[in-house]
């Protein structure tokens, strides 16, 4: 299917918004975007005027869920996040535990969030894989996915330690949670050793065995040979330079998550791609004292790469914008909020070259707001939604 809008603000997020211009999507991608004064019309195509009245926007991505894990209104039957049975497993997929038909995924499109990360929780130092998902399409997970896995999940500091100290097992400090990681990067990486060495042999005419099969260290292999990054749960400052000091350590590529004493750390984080949320929530243990608004401020006033998220379902995943948009009240620039939310998440969670942004060859994913909303507006919702090049929402 063709479609083909034209006279329309486009805040394209890869450069200068255009300010008159045309957007034309070829099935599910876009196929085509410019200005009105380059436009040309093919032959018996069917032109849809916005009459200037509108700004389309990219999808909205929310870097960090777990929507479809914690069933919605469902309880424990649907509580799918965390084997607190083992510290270390990741071996545990989130293809196996995400629910499409969470009606939360509705809600999240419904309000523009077309993409989400998602997955395991943070009982487990190391909890299992996290997905890349559209939250649209059939009912079918496989069919949804832009990336699977996206990353392992880690978890360091409170959450960790508080639910195993509950089953008076390891780890109950911060140094078992690390150690702990430790140990299990150390076997894959041995693991992932053995294998090239059996390879090597084979090669010569030698006779090595090809070490046994281990589940835990197979899902490791990806994040060890640097195809996947870890994504870490990490809130306080000592925390997130563990987090840092483990990885470095075994030279995997990381993204810090919620670093809610982010601020008190600012130049230190500069250079590091962080996932700031969740933003709207009471500070309901001690790791979230530092809970403030102004941090995402801080952190782009310091030069910082940042996404912003909900955690869905700590916030449900349908207020993203609003998150962004307390961003803003907390001194946030407005297109630096919005890329929050679109291109920077899609680019630190390495799917860029498909969402995040409205570009030639992207999915066909777009917002259409009156032009005189905000896409943080409390009021505000896109009148229009296009998902995978088809229209969802038209009011």
Do not use: W
Request: a negative charge; aromatic letters at 6%.
């Amino acid at each position: 299917m063709t479609m083909l809008f034209c006279n329309c603000k486009i805040k394209t997020i890869a450069g200068k918004d255009i300010e008159n211009g045309y957007i034309r999507i070829d099935g599910a991608i876009i196929s085509d975007v410019g200005e009105m004064k380059d436009f040309k019309k093919a032959d018996n195509e069917h032109e849809i005027d916005l009459c200037h009245n509108v700004t389309v926007y990219p999808g909205f991505i929310d870097a960090h869920s777990h929507v479809g894990v914690f069933g919605d209104s469902q309880g424990q039957e649907a509580t799918d996040a965390n084997e607190v049975t083992d510290p270390v497993t990741p071996h545990l997929s989130a293809l196996d535990a995400v629910n499409p038909a969470d009606r939360c995924f509705d809600e999240a499109l419904m309000a523009g969030v077309t993409t989400v990360i998602t997955g395991v929780g943070s009982a487990n130092v190391i909890g299992g894989s996290l997905i890349a998902v559209k939250t649209y399409g059939s009912l079918r997970l496989d069919n949804r996915v832009i990336k699977s896995p996206i990353a392992i999940k880690m978890a360091l500091g409170e959450n960790p330690k508080m639910c195993y100290q509950d089953r008076d097992e390891a780890p109950t400090t911060r140094m078992a949670s690390a150690a702990a990681i430790r140990e299990q990067l150390s076997k894959a990486r041995r693991y992932l050793e053995d294998i090239a060495a059996f390879e090597q042999s084979k090669r010569d005419g030698g006779d090595l065995s090809l070490p046994e099969y281990d589940a835990k260290n197979e899902a490791l292999l990806p994040l060890l040979r640097g195809e996947i990054n870890a994504h870490i749960h990490c809130h306080r400052a000592d925390d997130i330079f563990t987090a840092i000091r483990i990885c470095n350590e075994f030279k995997i590529g990381y993204v810090l998550v919620h670093v809610t004493e982010c601020a008190k750390i600012a130049d230190e984080l500069k250079e590091e791609a962080l996932i700031l949320g969740p933003v709207i929530c009471e500070r309901s243990k001690p790791e979230l004292a530092a809970l403030d608004i102004t941090a995402a401020a801080q952190m782009s006033k310091a030069g910082a790469n940042f996404a912003v998220c909900t955690d869905h379902p700590v916030v449900p995943i349908q207020y993203l914008p609003l998150c962004a948009g307390l961003c803003i009240r907390g001194g946030l620039d407005e297109n630096e909020a919005l890329k929050a939310i679109t291109l920077n998440a899609a680019k630190i969670c390495g799917i860029d070259d498909r969402v995040g942004s409205i570009e030639t060859g992207k999915d066909a994913d777009l917002l259409f707001y009156k032009s005189d909303a905000k896409f943080y507006d409390v009021l505000a919702t896109p009148h229009t939604i296009i998902a995978g090049g088809k229209i969802v929402k038209s009011n």
